[in-house]
C-alpha cells in the first residue's frame, strides 16, 4: 500500500496535479508517520504557493531542526511572505565555512607548503592553526546532499541581506554558496546579474571553484563535466577582462556541444560585441533569440539599449506597446516604454518609466541607470548625480555608476571630485576604452599632456583588442590629436586628426585643429585648403574663419604678395574703367582677381585657436 501510495504521488506531481499530491500525500503520512513524507507534503504546498500552509506544516510536525533541506524549506517558505528577519532567525547567521572545498590545485599547493613547513622551523607555528585540508576532509565526512542544502542556505542568507541592503553581507553569502556547492547556479547567478565583483575579482573568484566536486557516474567523464561547468559559468563574466578566454569557452560549448543556438550563449556573444560597440551585431543576435522565445527577459535590457544607440524609434515603439499589452508586470516592459520616451526626447515621461520599474525591481540595474540618464540629459547634474549614487551603491561591482559620477562632475567643471570617481571606477575596471577616455580628458583639462595621452593611447589599443567598431572611438583619437597639439608635437597630432577625417569624423572643430597644426608647421597654403574644407562643412563657424584669415594673411607674407586696402583696390579698379585704361572684359577679370586676393587678406585682426579650443 506504502508504494502504490508513493507511486501516484508522484505520478500526481509529474501530472501537476498538486491536489491530487496533497491527499494522496497526506494518506500516506498518516499510514507511515515518516518524516520524509512529512517533508515532501511540505514541498508540495510550497510548490502550490502556499507559504503560509507549508510553513506552518513544518513548525507542526517539528520539521525545522529535523535536517537542513527542511531549515531550507522553512526559511525559503519566510522570504517568499518578505519576512527576511524571521527567515535569518532559522538560517542563522553564520556561514558554514568548514564546507568550502578549494580546487584541486589550490589544495595540491596547500598540501605541498604545509609539508615544506612541518620539516622546517615553522611546523609549530602551523600546527596551531586549522589548516584546510582539515576542512576538506571535515567536509567528505558530510552528506552530499546536506552540503548542498547548506550551500542553498547560503544563498537565502544572501537574499534576505540583499533585501536589507546589507550587499557587502549578501555577496559573501553568495560566494561562500557557490565555493561550498560550485553548482549552486542561484548564487552565482546573483553575483553576476548584480555586478556585485568587479571583473578582476570575478576571474579570480572562478579560479577559486573546486569543478572537480561535479560527481557523475561515469568517473572518466569527470573531468569533461568540470571543464564543461567551467567554460558556461565563464560565459557569465565580465566581459571586459580576457575576452580571449571567454571566446575560448564559447567556441568550445558551440561546436563541441552543440550549444551554437542557445539563448544564454547567445547573449553572452551581444554582450561581447555591446562592449565593443559593435550595436547592429549585437542586435541581430539578441532580435534572433527573441524570434525564438519572445518573452525571454533576460534579454531585453541588452536589446533595448542596442535599439537606442542604433536610433530606432520605430521597433522601441511597437516593442513598448506589445510588452504593456502582453506583460504589464514584468520590470522590463516598463524599462522599453522609457528607453523610448528617452529615444524621442520625451524626458520626464522616460523617467517616470524608469521610476516605475525600479520600484517593481529594486535591483533592476538598466532602470537605475537610465533613470539617472534622464537628468542628465536635461543638465540636471545635481539630480544625476544623486541617482548615479544610488546605483553605485546597489551595484558595487560594476564602474558604469563611477563613471557616470565621473563624467557629470566633469561638465560641471568639478576636477577633483571627477578625478576621485572615475579613479574609483578605473580601480573596478581597467579595460574599457570609454572611462580611459575620460582619464585622459581629466589629465588634459589639468595639464597633465604626457598621462593624458598615455591614456589616449591605451583606451585606441584596447579598443584594437578587443576588435572594437574605430569609428566609436573617433572621440578619442581626436582627444589624442589634442594632446599632441598642446605638447608641440605637430607631426604627430597631424597623423591623428587625419586618422580622425579618414575614419568618417568630418567634423568642423577636426579641420580647424588641423588647419592650425598646419599653420605652426609653416605649411600655410594647405592649412588654407583644410579650413576651407572646415567652412564647407559649417560656413558662419567663427573660429574656422578667423583662423583662415591668419592662414591667408601668412600664406600671402610667404609668397612676398603686396596687400592693398581693400577701399583703395575698389576705387582703383573703378578709376580706371572710367577713364577707359581697361576694357570692361579685362577690367572685369582684373576685377575678380582683385577680389580674390581681397578674400585672401580678410581677417587681419583674426583670433588665434587658444589651446583649450
Partial sequence: MQRLLKDWRQDAMHKHQYDTAIYIGDKLLALTGDANDAFFLAQVHFSTGNYTRAQSFLTKHNLVDHSPACRYLAAHCQIKQSKFEEALNILGEKNPSHLIKHSGHVRRKLQHTSGNLRNGQQGAKL??????????????????????????????????????????RAKECYRDAVRI?????????????????????????????DFDSISTEDTDSAQEAAQFAKMLYTTRLSKYKNPTSFTHATETLSTHYNLASNPDLLLSKAELLFTQCRFKAALNITTSIL???????????????????????????????????????????????????LSINSIAEARRFFSKASMMDPHFGAAWIGFAHTFAAEGEHDQAISAYSTAARLFQGTHLPQLFLGMQNLALN?????????????????TDPLLLNEMGVIMYHTDHLFESIQFFQRALSIATEIDSDPRAWIATRANLGHAYRRRSEWALALNEFEEVLRQGGRDVNIFCAKGLVLLE??????????????????????VATDVL??????????????????????EAVIRREKEGLVDRGRGRARGRKGMGRVSEVLGEDSMVMSDDE
Fill in 127 to 168: 600546527s596551531s592553526r586549522p589548516d584546510r585540508i582539515e576542512r576538506s576532509e571535515e567536509r567528505d565526512r558530510e552528506n552530499i546532499s546536506d552540503i548542498k542544502y547548506e550551500a542553498a542556505m547560503c544563498y537565502l542568507r544572501g537574499i534576505c541581506y540583499a533585501k536589507q541592503n546589507a550587499f557587502d
Fill in 181 to 209: 556547492d560550485v553548482q549552486c547556479f542561484e548564487a552565482f547567478d546573483q553575483l553576476m546579474k548584480n555586478s556585485l565583483m568587479s571583473p578582476d575579482e570575478e576571474w579570480e573568484f572562478l579560479e577559486q571553484l
Fill in 291 to 341: 524570434e525564438t522565445d519572445e518573452f525571454n527577459f533576460n534579454i531585453y535590457p541588452l536589446h533595448l539599449a542596442c535599439l537606442y544607440e542604433l536610433s530606432l524609434t520605430n521597433t522601441l515603439f511597437l516593442l513598448s506597446h506589445r510588452l504593456a499589452d502582453l506583460h504589464p508586470d514584468e520590470p522590463s516592459t516598463w524599462l522599453a516604454v522609457g528607453v523610448y520616451y
Fill in 414 to 430: 568639478n576636477m577633483t571630485l571627477a578625478q576621485e570617481h572615475l579613479t574609483a571606477a578605473n580601480q573596478l575596471c581597467q
Fill in 521 to 542: 608647421m609653416g605649411k600655410s597654403w594647405e592649412a588654407v585648403c583644410t579650413l576651407h574644407e572646415a567652412l564647407a562643412v559649417s560656413p558662419q563657424d567663427p
Fill in 549 to 570: 584669415g591668419r592662414a591667408l594673411d601668412e600664406n600671402a607674407a610667404e609668397r612676398g604678395w603686396r596687400v592693398e586696402p581693400v577701399d583703395e583696390q575698389f
